[in-house]
C-alpha cells in the first residue's frame, strides 16, 4: 500500500515570495491534515479536511496561508507572501477517520525561507 | 483545549538497557486515544504504539509498553532493550474520540531519545 506522498521534500526561497506544497494522501483515507512543525516542537494543525471540506481551520494564518483538496483526494498548501518564521517542516497526513484514530504521515517538506 | 506535556526533552539511554518517557495530558473528555510516534532525523513520523482510553489493560508493542493512568492524565512509554534505531524524537499525542469533538492529533513538544553503544 503507498503511503502519503508530499512534494518537493524541501525548498528554499526568500522572503515574500510565495511556495506551495502537494499531499496525496492514501487511498481510500477521507481526512487529510496539514501540520507545520517548527524546528525543536511538535506539529502544530494548520488545516484538516474531511473529503473536500475543511473541518478545522482555526490555527491557519488566513493572510498568507491557503490550502485547498479538490475532488477530495490531494491537497496543495500555499504561502504567499512567506516570512522568515514560516521556516519550518510541513507534514501532511490523511486517516480513514475514528475507526482506528491513527494518522499516517508523509515525509514532510522542509521549507527555509532566507 | 486538550494539552499534552513531555517534560523530557532529552533522554539518553545504553544499547540494550530500559528507559522511560515521561507523557502527561489535560482533558475533560473521557473518550479518547493516546499515541507515542517516533520521528527518526528527516524521516517520516510512525507510529510506535496506542491506547484507547476506555481499555484499562496497557498496550505492548513488541519491546514498546506504556503505562496509561487515567485518574493521573499520565502515558508514559518504556522501551526495553533499546536499540540504536531507536534513535529519535518521540511525541506523545492526543486524539478526541468524543462525538462532535475534533479528529486531530494534539502533539506535544517531543522528547529526543538517544541511544548509546
Known amino acids: 500500500e503507498a503511503g502519503v506522498a508530499q512534494s518537493p521534500r524541501y525548498k528554499i526561497i526568500e522572503k515574500r515570495q510565495s511556495v506551495a506544497f502537494w499531499c496525496n494522501p492514501i487511498s481510500g483515507h477521507a481526512t487529510l491534515y496539514w501540520y507545520q512543525q517548527i524546528l525543536g516542537q511538535g506539529p502544530k494543525l494548520l488545516i484538516q479536511f474531511q473529503n473536500n471540506g475543511v473541518v478545522d481551520d482555526s490555527q491557519l494564518p488566513k493572510d498568507r496561508f491557503s490550502a485547498e483538496r479538490l475532488k477530495g483526494v490531494d491537497s496543495t498548501l500555499k504561502i504567499q507572501p512567506a516570512k522568515l518564521e514560516d521556516s519550518a517542516v510541513y507534514l501532511c497526513a490523511s486517516s480513514l477517520g475514528r475507526v482506528t484514530g491513527e494518522l499516517f504521515f508523509g515525509e514532510g517538506s522542509r521549507l527555509t525561507v532566507l | 483545549a486538550q494539552t499534552v506535556t513531555q517534560s523530557q526533552p532529552e533522554m539518553s539511554v545504553q544499547e540494550a538497557e530500559t528507559v522511560t518517557l515521561s507523557c502527561t495530558y489535560d482533558?475533560?473528555?473521557?473518550?479518547?486515544?493516546l499515541f507515542w510516534y517516533k520521528q527518526p532525523p528527516s524521516r517520516q513520523m510512525i507510529l510506535v504504539i496506542r491506547?484507547?482510553?476506555?481499555?484499562?489493560q496497557n498496550a505492548t508493542e513488541n519491546r514498546f509498553s506504556v503505562n496509561f493512568q487515567k485518574a493521573a492524565k499520565s502515558f508514559s512509554l518504556k522501551i526495553s532493550d533499546s536499540q540504536l534505531g531507536d534513535a529519535a524524537m518521540y511525541f506523545c499525542a492526543y486524539r478526541s474520540l468524543t462525538q462532535g469533538g475534533s479528529e486531530k492529533l494534539v502533539f506535544g513538544k517531543g522528547t529526543k531519545l538517544t541511544v548509546n553503544p
Open positions: 491506547q484507547e482510553a476506555y481499555k484499562q
Open positions: 482533558t475533560s473528555e473521557s473518550d479518547y486515544y
